[in-house]
């Protein structure tokens, strides 16, 4: 007796199920491999952009400054690189960058008149010119008035003749701390003083209200820490 053996055929949904499964498998591990190099791929960076340098170095006449970028009051001089004249401000008596100005309107301008307290700094280059210790001591004293002055509280003042180019102006000068400063007269306005001084081939010049001088010793280190903080390496 003869005996045969058969195996049954696949149904079509065996048959079907059979080729799914490995395009599935298949597809999976695109998706991962893609998620994967999208991940290594994606940007770090926000959409912010990069945030600005505290302070910049800046070139005045050949000699290096570090300057703070929020301390420069033109927008067109906050750049590092050699310039010819820089100008800034700083709070009084921190010596703070001050923050963004405030928006005033027309019905908020009385009200925002405050008194100033920053002193205003200007960096130029000198190109030779007569150094603010010359002019002191030889180009001042021919348009001083003659009357004696006595020093108050280690501060001497002398006024500037009225036929002089100076004439509506006061000198002041000190030991110690050095200071040396050209003052107009308190008017319709308040009295404002110039300070200058040399450093390398750059002229310093500050200035500040006349008031301050009640407290010139407090003015005069500020301006001194002013002009060390911000000179860079020497070049």
Not at 20 to 28: D, K, S, T, Y
Not at 125 to 134: G, K, Y
Request: glycine content about 6%; aromatic content about 8%; overall charge positive.
């Amino acid at each position: 007796m003869t005996v045969f053996s058969a195996t049954s055929p696949q149904s079509p949904r065996t048959r079907t199920r059979a080729h799914v499964v490995p395009i599935l498998l298949g597809g999976a591990a695109a998706v991962c491999a893609v998620a994967l190099v999208a991940y290594l791929l994606w940007p770090t960076w926000g959409s912010s952009g990069a945030n600005a340098p505290d302070k910049l170095p800046v070139s005045v006449g050949g000699t290096l400054f570090n300057l703070p970028m929020t301390a420069i009051r033109m927008k067109i001089q906050r750049h590092s690189g050699p310039q010819e004249r820089i100008d800034l401000d700083f709070l009084y008596p921190s010596l703070e960058p001050p923050g963004a100005p405030k928006h005033v309107t027309a019905d908020s301008v009385d009200a925002a008149m405050q008194p100033i307290d920053r002193i205003f700094l200007s960096i130029a280059a000198h190109r030779d010119a007569l150094s603010p210790e010359q002019r002191t001591a030889t180009i001042y004293p021919r348009y001083l008035d003659q009357a004696a002055a006595m020093p108050a509280d280690g501060l001497t003042m002398r006024m500037f003749r009225a036929d002089t180019p100076y004439g509506s102006e006061d000198f002041y000068s000190a030991a110690s701390p050095a200071l040396t400063a050209r003052c107009t007269r308190d008017a319709a306005t308040p009295g404002m003083c110039l300070s200058e001084r040399r450093v390398g081939g750059a002229d310093l010049t500050f200035r500040f209200p006349r008031s301050w001088l009640s407290q010139w010793r407090d003015a005069a280190e500020a301006m001194d820490r002013l002009a060390a903080q911000l000179r860079g390496p020497r070049l």
